[in-house]
Structures are given as C-alpha cells and as structure tokens.
C-alpha cells in the first residue's frame, strides 16, 4: 500500500453533473445587464475614442494616454519530479491528517472487495464443480459465513457466490501478459454476488464447512453437504447447504426451506458455554468427526453414523483456560491439536485413555495462543499465533511427550511483524513454505520460510525509515481492512486470499504467490 493527499482522490467533476461547487442561494449573483426597450447591439470589441480633454491631461501627468497591462514575472518551471507514492509499513509510517492509504494496484492480479450488513467473525470456503489449479479469469468464488448482528434474532447464516471477478485492471497493461487468452480477462465489469441464508439465533462465534477429498467434486444435491455453527448460545449447529448452493447454479430450482432452515443435528454439550474452536476430519462421505472447544475448557467429539450424529459425552480436558483453536492431523486420523489461553499447544489421541493430551508446547507464546494451522504437505510443522503478536512455526518432531522431562522445544521460526493479536494463520494448501496470516492491527501477510537473506544482501537496506527490519520472508503486506478477523486461502485458486473484517470481505491474488 502506498498513501498519498487525500485530495488526490476527488475529482473536479462531482456526480450531480456540476463541474464546481454551487453557489448557495443567499449568494450574490453576478448581475445582467437587462434593457426593457429595443436598442442597439453593443459591439464588445469597439475601440474607445479619447477625448482632446483626456490626451490633454495624460500629456500634463507624463502618461502616454494607454492602460498598460501590469507585466507578471514569468513562472519558472521546476525540474523536480512530483514527490512519489511511499510504501506504508505499519508501525513505522502514520498516515497524515490528509492522506489516505491507496493500493498499488500493479501488485496484485485480482482484488476485490465485499461489503456486509453484519459483521462476520469466521467464514469458511466452499468447494465447487469448476475444476482445481484455476487460473483463467474471471473467477467465481463460494464461501460460507455467519453473521454478528446487534440482537440474536437478526443473526444468519449466509451461503454467497460471487462471480465476474475480474483481473485487476492497470494503467498501461500489456494486452499480451501471460494468462491473457481472450477479450473476456480484458474486461471490467462490477462482480456479481448472490447469497442464500438460514436464520440463525445468537451470533455466529465460528463456521465450518465439511471437508471434501482434494480434486473431488461436489456432491450431488441429494446427498447433503454439511455446514456446522458455533453459536454464541453454546450450541453447535449442524446445517445442510447443499440445496442453497443448486438453487443458485440452476435457475428456478426449489427447496424445502423448513427442512434447510432446520438443523440437520444441534451438539448439547457444553451446555451454555460458548465457544471459538472447530475443526472437521474426514475418514469418507458417511464418516464425519467434528471437534468442538469451549471457554471452560472442554473439547468434546461428535462423530457421524449412516443413521446421523452421535455427540461423545467424555470431553477431552488437558487445558486450564478457553479453547481457542483446534486442527486435525492432516496425517493420522486419530490425532488433533488445540491451542489455549492457557499460553500452551497440545496433542492429543482420541485413542488414548483418560481424554488427556499425549504431548505439548508449554509456553508456546507469551500470551493467549489464538490459532494455529496444521501443514497438510509437511505433517510435522504447525503454525501458531499469539495473542502479542507473534507467529511461531513448530516442529511437532521436537514436542515433549506428556510426563517426561527435558528441555522445553524451540520453534523453527519466529516472526513479531504484527502490532496487534493475530487473528488466523493458515498453510498454503499447496506450497508447503507459504502462510498467511492476519492481526488485530489489520494487516494480512504472505510468508515464505523457503526465502533465506543472502550472504551478499546482509547490511543492504533492509532497514527501512523507523528502524524496523523487515523478514526477508515477508512476502507481501496487504491492508485497507479494519481489525481482520479470519483468512483461508482458497484450494481451488491457486494463491487466491480471502479475509473478513469488521468492515466486509477481501478477495484478492498477489503478483508473487
């Protein structure tokens, strides 16, 4: 992002069609001429005749009888360049009381942004029938998410589609870029977005969709596609949404909506205790496990049968405070990780007795551990994000099993870029080096463990203005969201982000990932 003056961003032609301010109607108005007789036309270039009085008194006074135009001094034109955008860094920079942020837009090949009525803390991304490894454009997009709203009963649950989105249109681009086979990337037009939603009754704390093997394809509408709600009531709502997505790709298909908007299974567990962590594996289409963590610190287990949705009644209990995330081994089907306000991450085996977890990070951060992110290519690295700030990546090899002693583990890498809480992290689904992350402080970036500082470019400007060194693994920096709350890239669309916050959706892809 770079910032310039704000005045930068109007335009001299307002939008009433007034090319300048009006006056306001107790102005004084220049005044006509008017004549209520018929006479002569005046010729506006009639030369005046002096009188003999007049050249007289000129002559007496020393003037030669003409009005000189006063001379102005010529206006010397600067040789300096106008004053360049500058790349705004969190942190360093402030924005003056005139500038505003303003994207570089030949950073990116698709940005796009979506605005909401409510508030959405989570939001999950919706696997389609268009094919992995997308790169043609336009793109078509589908995401699921839960609202915020400022009384329970106005809370939903939103399925959204959106197409016709574009490339990012740039000033002087090369009509023969890569990826440019046809006139349709050429064009720019506004995206188009249609959603369904189910009401839903208490904010929605965090959403997930149920996982689909990689390269599979949606499943047909008769079968259902499950969707699971964390609400702020303490209930975990289990919803089918796959008649919604048909009725927005075939025109005039109908749905029972009282069997839609009815829970397909509601999870009782945690009584009224609410929570933030979820997490679905998958073992086949009738073989469903969903994970579910509370305030109090409880993770309870919900598996499917053939005949529906049997909830564990033991709940897995090794953390001292709020559950904040958990994830699944992308590897053993019996394995998963929770991360706490407890500063610790633990693994746990379902297998084992006593519901306690098999090994853990304590500390992991010096604060409340928010998320973590298990590498689905690299089964042993996991990514967690503090509470002040920073992002750590372990690797799972090196943890301390349960009741053994020995030196605490050390993470592998460790980054306090973010001002703020982070919010999400997650692998890229697939470059096993490549995460994104997000912060309170309402930044997203891009990282890449792979890029190490050459010996050459050590004591190069690395350092910028404000004395913050900036990771050679920082990929990319992109911001204009307020207080960004969740992020997943999109398996589908190589390198494609998403990201919510306070004030709506981002959808964009980098120039270098």
Same mark, same amino acid.
């Given at each position: 992002?770079?910032?310039?003056?704000?005045?930068?961003?109007?335009?001299?032609?307002?939008?009433?069609?007034?090319?300048?301010?009006?006056?306001?109607?107790?102005?004084?108005?220049?005044?006509?001429?008017?004549?209520?007789?018929?006479?002569?036309?005046?010729?506006?270039?009639?030369?005046?005749?002096?009188?003999?009085?007049?050249?007289?008194?000129?002559?007496?006074?020393?003037?030669?009888?003409?009005?000189?135009?006063?001379?102005?001094?010529?206006?010397?034109?600067?040789?300096?360049?106008?004053?360049?955008?500058?790349?705004?860094?969190?942190?360093?920079?402030?924005?003056?009381?005139?500038?505003?942020?303003?994207?570089?837009?030949?950073?990116?090949?698709?940005? &796009?942004?979506?605005?909401?009525?409510?508030?959405?803390?989570?939001?999950?991304?919706?696997?389609?029938?268009?094919?992995?490894?997308?790169?043609?454009?336009?793109?078509?997009?589908?995401?699921?998410?839960?609202?915020?709203?400022?009384?329970?009963?106005?809370?939903?649950?939103?399925?959204?589609?959106?197409?016709?989105?574009?490339?990012?249109?740039?000033?002087?681009?090369?009509?023969?870029?890569?990826?440019?086979?046809?006139?349709?990337?050429?064009?720019?037009?506004?995206?188009?977005?249609?959603?369904?939603?189910?009401?839903?009754?208490?904010?929605?704390?965090?959403?997930?969709?149920?996982?689909?093997?990689?390269?599979?394809?949606?499943?047909?509408?008769?079968?259902?596609?499950?969707?699971?709600?964390?609400?702020? /009531?303490?209930?975990?709502?289990?919803?089918?949404?796959?008649?919604?997505?048909?009725?927005?790709?075939?025109?005039?298909?109908?749905?029972?909506?009282?069997?839609?908007?009815?829970?397909?299974?509601?999870?009782?567990?945690?009584?009224?205790?609410?929570?933030?962590?979820?997490?679905?594996?998958?073992?086949?289409?009738?073989?469903?496990?969903?994970?579910?963590?509370?305030?109090?610190?409880?993770?309870?287990?919900?598996?499917?049968?053939?005949?529906?949705?049997?909830?564990?009644?033991?709940?897995?209990?090794?953390?001292?405070?709020?559950?904040?995330?958990?994830?699944?081994?992308?590897?053993?089907?019996?394995?998963?990780?929770?991360?706490?306000?407890?500063?610790?991450?633990?693994?746990?085996?379902?297998?084992?007795?006593?519901?306690?977890?098999?090994?853990?990070?304590?500390?992991?951060?010096?604060?409340?551990?928010?998320?973590?992110?298990?590498?689905?290519?690299?089964?042993?690295?996991?990514?967690?994000?503090?509470?002040?700030?920073?992002?750590?990546?372990?690797?799972?090899?090196?943890?301390?099993?349960?009741?053994?002693?020995?030196?605490?583990? /050390?993470?592998?890498?460790?980054?306090?870029?973010?001002?703020?809480?982070? /919010?999400?992290?997650?692998? &890229?689904?697939?470059?096993?080096?490549?995460?994104?992350?997000?912060?309170?402080?309402?930044?997203?970036?891009?990282?890449?463990?792979?890029?190490?500082?050459?010996?050459?470019?050590?004591?190069?400007?690395?350092?910028?203005?404000?004395?913050?060194?900036?990771?050679?693994?920082?990929?990319?920096?992109?911001?204009?969201?307020?207080?960004?709350?969740?992020?997943?890239?999109?398996?589908?669309?190589?390198?494609?982000?998403?990201?919510?916050?306070?004030?709506?959706?981002?959808?964009?892809?980098?120039?270098?990932?």
């Amino acid at each position: 992002m770079s910032k310039r003056p704000a005045e930068a961003s109007s335009s001299s032609q307002r939008l009433d069609g007034q090319p300048f301010s009006k006056a306001p109607a107790s102005a004084n108005k220049r005044k006509l001429g008017t004549n209520d007789e018929m006479g002569e036309f005046e010729d506006a270039w009639e030369d005046e005749v002096e009188s003999d009085e007049e050249v007289l008194d000129a002559a007496a006074n020393d003037e030669d009888g003409m009005d000189i135009d006063e001379v102005m001094p010529a206006i010397e034109e600067s040789d300096e360049p106008p004053q360049a955008s500058r790349a705004y860094i969190p942190g360093v920079h402030a924005l003056g009381k005139d500038e505003v942020l303003e994207a570089d837009e030949s950073a990116y090949i698709m940005r &796009h942004t979506m605005n909401v009525n409510w508030p959405c803390l989570s939001f999950d991304v919706l696997r389609d029938n268009l094919g992995d490894e997308r790169r043609r454009f336009p793109a078509s997009i589908s995401i699921v998410s839960g609202t915020q709203a400022d009384e329970m009963k106005k809370n939903e649950v939103l399925v959204y589609k959106m197409t016709s989105l574009h490339k990012t249109q740039k000033d002087g681009e090369d009509s023969d870029s890569e990826g440019e086979d046809d006139d349709e990337n050429d064009l720019d037009e506004d995206p188009i977005i249609e959603f369904r939603s189910i009401p839903h009754f208490g904010g929605v704390n965090r959403i997930r969709a149920q996982p689909l093997p990689p390269s599979s394809p949606l499943p047909p509408v008769t079968q259902p596609y499950f969707v699971a709600s964390w609400a702020e /009531t303490g209930k975990v709502h289990i919803w089918d949404v796959r008649p919604l997505i048909e009725s927005m790709d075939v025109p005039g298909y109908a749905y029972d909506k009282s069997r839609v908007q009815t829970p397909a299974f509601t999870i009782d567990s945690h009584g009224r205790a609410e929570g933030f962590a979820m997490d679905w594996a998958a073992s086949g289409p009738s073989s469903l496990r969903l994970l579910t963590g509370d305030i109090h610190s409880k993770i309870y287990l919900t598996t499917s049968t053939p005949s529906g949705f049997k909830p564990l009644s033991q709940p897995f209990a090794s953390h001292t405070s709020s559950i904040e995330d958990i994830q699944w081994s992308p590897s053993e089907p019996t394995v998963f990780a929770s991360c706490s306000a407890d500063r610790t991450v633990q693994v746990w085996d379902v297998r084992s007795k006593g519901r306690k977890s098999v090994a853990g990070i304590d500390p992991a951060h010096e604060s409340d551990v928010n998320v973590i992110s298990w590498n689905r290519l690299t089964s042993y690295l996991l990514l967690s994000g503090g509470d002040e700030g920073g992002i750590k990546v372990w690797d799972l090899r090196n943890v301390k099993k349960a009741g053994t002693s020995g030196p605490e583990p /050390t993470p592998v890498a460790s980054f306090t870029w973010h001002s703020g809480p982070i /919010t999400s992290v997650e692998w &890229h689904p697939s470059e096993d080096s490549i995460f994104a992350a997000s912060g309170a402080d309402g930044q997203v970036t891009l990282w890449d463990l792979a890029v190490e500082q050459d010996a050459d470019e050590a004591g190069m400007e690395d350092t910028p203005e404000g004395g913050k060194d900036i990771p050679s693994q920082l990929l990319f920096q992109h911001l204009g969201q307020k207080d960004v709350k969740e992020l997943h890239w999109h398996p589908q669309i190589p390198g494609t982000v998403i990201s919510t916050a306070y004030d709506g959706f981002n959808i964009f892809k980098t120039f270098n990932v």
